[in-house]
């Protein structure tokens, strides 16, 4: 086991859960952050996307990106309309389209195209649905939704690494994750539903001043955000794999870059809102 890897990891977790239990999610600072993480996310993706030899318009990508995330903000605390919201993300993507106007090759023109967005799609409009979970209670309170969420992942990756290492054997998913095992899979399992006892116990019932939880709905979640991470953590390596790459970046020893830290909650957060549309309210 990486004591170095668990140590990092921890003093990550040190600095950002506090920030999280005790920012008012309304406080620009929160925007700041959520903007870093997408664009420094869909910054890498590019980057292994052109790596493996496909070509990405990656500034107008990114921009296109950050101004969708930002729209989400502000139609989260009230100053953009939802109509507005959907127009800009439709623009967003009908000028990745125009782009291929001005290609003397159009074929390479349409590749540049395709990869910048499968970019936008895999992080920017994933990652919204982190603010949008950021920003789904009392925006005076600390953004406690998206904390769960984030709490949930990284505990059910924590279980599944130490699971993982120590008795793994049977593997997942061997070609496009040979380190991915059942067991580790278990182990995310049983960390997710402990967070989520825990969770249920001290906040009395409730996500945030909005969102209920129950014991049900606890256990429930406790295995779908494990499974759904697990999915999401395999999407990346797939596309890793597909261009021989190892890491998003080496921003950060053991963890890799903001992409490798970020790629289960790009699956879990659309999940749980989904799942709070249908059963939580």
Not at 51 to 76: C, D, Q
Not at 97 to 121: H, N, Q, W
Not at 185 to 203: K, Q, Y
């Amino acid at each position: 086991m990486d004591k170095k890897r668990i140590i990092i990891a921890l003093s990550i977790a040190a600095v950002l859960i506090p920030i999280f239990s005790l920012v008012p999610c309304r406080w620009l600072i929160g925007l700041i952050g959520m903007l870093f993480f997408a664009g420094v996310g869909t910054w890498e993706f590019y980057g292994l996307l052109e790596a493996g030899g496909l070509p990405t318009s990656k500034k107008w990508g990114i921009t296109s990106g950050l101004i969708f995330v930002t729209a989400t903000w502000f139609h989260m605390i009230g100053s953009v309309s939802n109509n507005l919201l959907w127009s800009i993300l439709l623009l967003v993507i009908a000028s990745n389209f125009f782009r291929i106007l001005a290609y003397p090759d159009l074929r390479k023109g349409l590749e540049s195209c395709m990869g910048t967005i499968l970019g936008l799609v895999y992080v920017p409009l994933l990652w919204s649905f982190v603010v949008r979970l950021f920003l789904s209670g009392d925006l005076s309170q600390p953004g406690w939704a998206a904390f769960y969420v984030i709490l949930c992942m990284k505990m059910a990756d924590s279980g599944g690494y130490f699971f993982g290492t120590r008795f793994g054997k049977h593997k997942l998913a061997p070609i496009i994750s040979p380190k991915k095992s059942w067991e580790g899979l278990a182990g995310g399992i049983v960390f997710c539903l402990i967070v989520n006892l825990a969770w249920l116990i001290i906040s009395q019932g409730r996500i945030n001043s909005s969102i209920p939880l129950t014991l049900g709905h606890a256990l429930v979640l406790g295995f779908l955000f494990p499974i759904v991470g697990t999915l999401g953590d395999l999407v990346e390596s797939m596309f890793k794999r597909a261009v021989d790459v190892k890491d998003s970046n080496t921003m950060v020893y053991g963890l890799g870059g903001i992409l490798d830290m970020i790629d289960s909650i790009l699956f879990a957060a659309p999940m749980f809102y989904i799942y709070i549309e249908l059963f939580l309210k």
